[in-house]
Nanobody, 124 residues
Framework: QRQLAESGGGSVQAGGSLTLSCVSSGDIYTRYAMAWFRQAPGKDRERIACIGGGDGITTYADSVKGRFTLSEDRAKNTLYLQMNGVKPEDAAMYYC?????????????????WGQGTQVTVSS
C-alpha cells in the first residue's frame, strides 16, 4: 500500500496557473499507476490524468488536455499536476490516487490508495 499526501491547492484566478504535488510513502519500490482525480460539489469524481506504473504512458481527460501536465519525480516519490489556463470549471477537490498496475487501468475502482485531497478554487 501507498500513503499519499497532496499539497499545492489554493485559489487561482481564471487563466492562471497552479501546481499540485503528491508525495508517496509506504510501498515506494513497487510500480504503481498514479493518477489525479477531481470532484466538484454535486458531480462525479473524474479522472483527469494518469501515468502507468511501468509503461510510463500518460493519458488525460479531454477536459484538461493541452492545459494540464502530469509529471513525476521518482527520486522524490512525488507526482505533480501542472495546471495552466485554469478555468472556473476546474474548481474542485483534487485527489492523488495509486493502483498497483503496469498501465493505467480503465476501471477507476482499481485505484485503492488515495490521498486526502487538496482544494482548488478559481476566481473569475
Amino acid at each position: 500500500q501507498r500513503q499519499l499526501a497532496e499539497s499545492g491547492g489554493g485559489s487561482v484566478q481564471a487563466g492562471g496557473s497552479l501546481t499540485l504535488s503528491c508525495v508517496s510513502s509506504g510501498d515506494i519500490y513497487t510500480r504503481y499507476a498514479m493518477a489525479w482525480f477531481r470532484q466538484a460539489p454535486g458531480k462525479d469524481r473524474e479522472r483527469i490524468a494518469c501515468i502507468g506504473g511501468g509503461d510510463g504512458i500518460t493519458t488525460y481527460a479531454d477536459s484538461v488536455k493541452g492545459r494540464f501536465t502530469l509529471s513525476e519525480d521518482r527520486a522524490k516519490n512525488t507526482l505533480y499536476l501542472q495546471m495552466n489556463g485554469v478555468k472556473p470549471e476546474d474548481a474542485a477537490m483534487y485527489y492523488c490516487a495509486a493502483a498497483r498496475f503496469w498501465a493505467c487501468p480503465d476501471d477507476v475502482t482499481l485505484f485503492n490508495n488515495w490521498g486526502q485531497g487538496t482544494q482548488v478554487t478559481v476566481s473569475s
